[in-house]
């Protein structure tokens, strides 16, 4: 229940994003009952080839809390993070992922790679998918049904 | 040659982030002859864990050329990137990498990873590695040894 209401206000920030022409993933960090960092991805309006929801969230949490450990903290994001997202959360320590939707074309969250539970890296991530599937589904289909409109 | 050239340059970046405490890994982007972006490892003095070279390298060429796509460059990087950097390196669709020492613990060029040239993924990229890697190492090895002394 818990998760589900944090990923109904990762979805909103998604929305946020599609609003102004972005790909509609969104992320939250909670530690503690409190969300610390917020983003939507933001490449077209930054041109920034990095600028995806969950590395501005991880930058963000750890500006907030002033140190690159993010220990117990949950990432809650609308999509599987990609391979360059997924090794920031490992980079970060962050010990909890929750994910909605997976990615079949980039998923490092256990769909083409698992880079969050491989034994070989110096940190193992606890992940939940498919919270929210459809709701985030649904979002990332009528972003891009729209624009191709 | 060029690539010995341009990895020393690489290596002095290196060189002046241990001088201020920080993991020597120096990276720069090269575009036309030119560099367009240089960094040095950045997660002490910035507390973000995801400020590695490359990383901040690549926000920084992006920022420059006014594109999240980085076509026409080379990046040279004394240290095997890292799945995140990795990551980064895709997204960026840079076409060439560079780098120096191999990283048996979190190597994403080749070591424990192939994220640059996996043909899942909608962008595939030229390494070429072992460029002064005796020079990349020594620098490692003797800040590490500094550090425990």
Chains 1, 2 share one sequence.
């Not at 993933?25 to 995806?52: C, F, L, M, S, W």
């Amino acid at each position: 229940m818990e998760d589900r209401f944090w990923m109904r206000e990762a979805l909103e920030v998604a929305r946020q994003g599609a609003a102004i022409g972005e790909v509609p993933v969104g992320a939250i960090i909670v530690k503690a009952g409190r969300v610390i960092a917020r983003a939507h991805n933001q490449r077209e309006q930054t041109k920034d080839p990095t600028a995806h929801a969950e590395l501005i969230a991880i930058r963000a949490a750890a500006s907030s809390i002033g140190d690159w450990r993010l220990i117990d903290t949950t990432l809650y994001v609308t999509l599987e993070p990609c391979p360059m997202c997924a090794g920031a959360i490992v980079l970060a320590r962050i010990p909890r992922v929750v994910y909605a939707a997976s990615d079949p074309k980039a998923g490092a969250g256990g769909t083409l790679f698992n880079l969050l539970q491989d034994r070989r890296l110096n940190h193992w991530v606890d992940v939940v998918h498919d919270v929210l599937v459809e709701e985030s589904r649904h979002l990332l289909k009528s972003f891009f049904r729209d624009r191709r409109a």
